[in-house]
């Protein structure tokens, strides 16, 4: 089965901002390409206005900093593609940052959603190690398709 990774900031947005545009991409996907999210089963964190503060789930298995490293880099190991939507982010995802070194040393094509200019992240390596760059995610999602499908 084809997948892609969805890599975007999570750290200071709360369950719902961080994966709106995640469900969004994974439908348009479907049902020929899995979506591999960062967020899948961590429904426990719906309802606290921003992941940092989640204090009280932090001991989950899946919240600790080896449980989210091992599956994101799993995901990234296993998946065709990584797409990384950084649009209108305000603090730099360090884990996104991360995740695009993990896709170039996999060697995972990289389509990165950013703005023409201003962006946060905007960076002279984030743009040398994407493939493609896109300015919106409905375009993001053509090229992975058009990637991947036959």
């Known amino acids: 089965m084809l997948s892609v990774y969805l890599a975007g900031p999570i750290k200071g947005l709360s369950y719902d901002a961080s994966t709106d545009w995640r469900d969004y991409a ?6 020929s390409i899995i979506a591999f999210s960062p967020m899948r089963a961590k429904e426990m964190l719906k309802g606290y206005p921003s992941i940092d503060n989640a204090k009280d789930h932090h001991d989950h298995p899946l919240l600790t900093g ?3 490293v091992t599956r ?5 190991f296993h998946c065709n593609l990584m797409l990384a939507n950084l649009l209108g982010t305000q603090q730099i995802s360090i884990g996104t940052c991360i995740e695009f070194g993990w896709a170039d040393a ?13 962006n946060i992240h905007e960076h002279l390596m984030i743009r040398q190690l994407s493939d493609y ?12 398709k058009a990637i991947l499908l036959p």
């Open 26 to 31: 994974s439908e348009r996907l479907a049902p």
């Open 72 to 76: 994101d880099r799993y995901d990234v």
């Open 66 to 68: 080896p449980g989210i």
């Open 106 to 118: 996999f060697r995972k094509p990289i389509i990165l959603v950013i703005e023409p200019s201003g």
């Open 133 to 144: 760059c896109v300015t919106n995610l409905d375009e993001a999602i053509f090229i992975a």
